[in-house]
């Protein structure tokens, strides 16, 4: 089992700049690669970045390509996300998840731990 907590959301203005972190517990070593998912009310759940423990090899949705970075300190078992130039389009409950492949993926069924979300607004 693998536990994920995500901190760091809350409300911003367009424009403006927000970091999430996202802490694993648990059987980490399987967190092959840990991703960021997001939804907002009414939509399906959809990709936004990934990123390989192994080699650091990520993966950007187009929407925030530029803008966001996703990083990951494996010592502390933690993976990140810059998110810069925000849009009231990014505004949804984003997600941290992980799956025990190297391979990087965008759907969500192929990540089989996932927090709680937590919740970014974004106001224009």
């Known amino acids: 089992q693998v536990q994920l907590v995500e901190f760091g959301g809350g409300l911003v203005q367009a424009g403006g700049s927000l970091r999430l972190s996202c802490v694993a517990s648990g059987r980490t070593f399987s967190t092959f690669v840990m991703g960021w998912f997001r939804q907002a009310p009414g939509t399906e759940r959809e990709f936004v970045a990934a990123?390989?423990?192994?080699?650091?090899?990520?993966r950007y949705a187009d929407s925030v390509k530029g803008r966001f970075t996703i990083s990951r300190d494996n010592a502390k078992n933690t993976v990140y996300l810059q998110m810069n130039s925000l849009k009231p389009q990014d505004t949804a409950v984003y997600y941290c998840a992980t799956r025990s492949s190297a391979v990087i993926t965008t759907s969500p069924n192929d990540y089989d731990y996932w927090g709680q979300g937590i919740q970014v607004t974004i106001s224009s």
């Open positions: 990123i390989s423990r192994w080699d650091g090899s990520t």
